[in-house]
């Protein structure tokens, strides 16, 4: 069937990185159900370069962020003349139910996420899709490294691990042979340049808002280690080996990253030795804390 003929679909996500990476088992089935469809992803900007990477979309477009009602009936009425045969609302949102209402009317038919119990996200197609960056991160210069992020931005105060603890378990991984990037969001940089203050030769990646370049990083990765935050779950679906860091109020059990992943959590997460965390990394991912 020729482009142009082809079935024509919208999927909808517009929510955080947390949402894109739950929704990938869904993205995956659609394209599955429809493999000769002509697939838009309609999302915002900072997913563009990691959704264009992925083999689920033939199109991403990333301006569905929209500001009052002229922009939206804008980007509605763009919506309606793609000539779309189906729409499926990934986000669930109150924004996204006003797209899907208004594409909808007369329209295509609208469908929320396909039902069916999905395996873990997979977002290590990652490796493949931008051969200069992995270029950079993998040179002949570059060692190997470890991945902290703190999420700080993302959790509340009670259940952050103290940033002097991430510095520790940096200088610890260090030691082994291991250079240390930190990621996460504006917000995030303040604990970060403390990690840095205590950690000599660390890289601050905070603010980087291409998530495409944060999972790459992340899939390259001996170890990430983190708090239970967006970027967390996204390292995961790369396939990175994680350890999530939580405090004992919360049940990891049903909202833990899914993948290679070992949880670790204490009732007092002062209390929670930078030790304990290589010893997990160890059990994870032996060559992320041999020694050098």
């Known amino acids: 069937m020729s482009a142009a003929r082809a079935e024509r679909i919208l999927l909808i996500l517009l929510g955080g990185v947390r949402e894109f990476v739950r929704a990938a088992p869904a993205m995956a089935q659609i394209r599955q159900t429809h493999p000769a469809a002509q697939i838009t992803l309609l999302t915002t900007a900072p997913f563009q370069g990691l959704a264009r990477g992925s083999p689920w979309f033939n199109t991403v477009d990333a301006e569905g962020e929209t500001n009052g009602f002229a922009e939206r009936m804008a ?27 208004g594409v909808g009317f007369l329209g295509p038919k609208v469908s929320g996420a396909p039902r069916m119990d999905y395996p873990p996200p997979d977002l290590s197609w990652i490796v493949n899709s931008a051969p200069a960056e992995r270029q950079l991160l993998r040179g002949p210069d570059r060692r190997a ?10 959790t509340p105060d009670p259940y952050q691990w103290p940033s002097d603890r991430y510095a520790e378990i940096g200088r610890l991984l260090q030691k082994r042979g291991l250079d240390i990037f930190i990621a996460g969001g504006p917000k995030d940089s303040a604990v970060a340049r403390t990690i840095q203050h205590k950690t000599p030769g660390a890289r601050d990646m905070t603010g980087v808002t291409d998530f495409g370049r944060i999972a790459l990083l992340a899939a390259r990765a001996e170890v990430v280690i983190g708090a239970d935050c967006g970027l967390l779950h996204l390292a995961a679906a790369t396939g990175a080996p994680t350890v999530v860091i939580y405090g004992v109020a919360v049940d990891p059990a049903n909202i833990a990253p899914r993948g290679h992943v070992a949880v670790l959590h204490a009732d007092n997460l002062n209390d929670l030795k930078a030790e304990s965390v ?11 804390a041999r020694s050098a």
């Open 75 to 101: 980007l509605i009425g763009r919506l309606r003349a793609m000539g779309l045969r189906r729409v499926y609302d990934l986000q669930g949102s109150a924004a996204s139910r006003m797209i899907t209402s």
């Open 145 to 154: 490294y470890a991945l902290l992020i703190p999420g700080a931005a993302e």
């Open 278 to 288: 290589v010893h997990a990394v160890e059990l994870l991912s032996p060559a992320g």
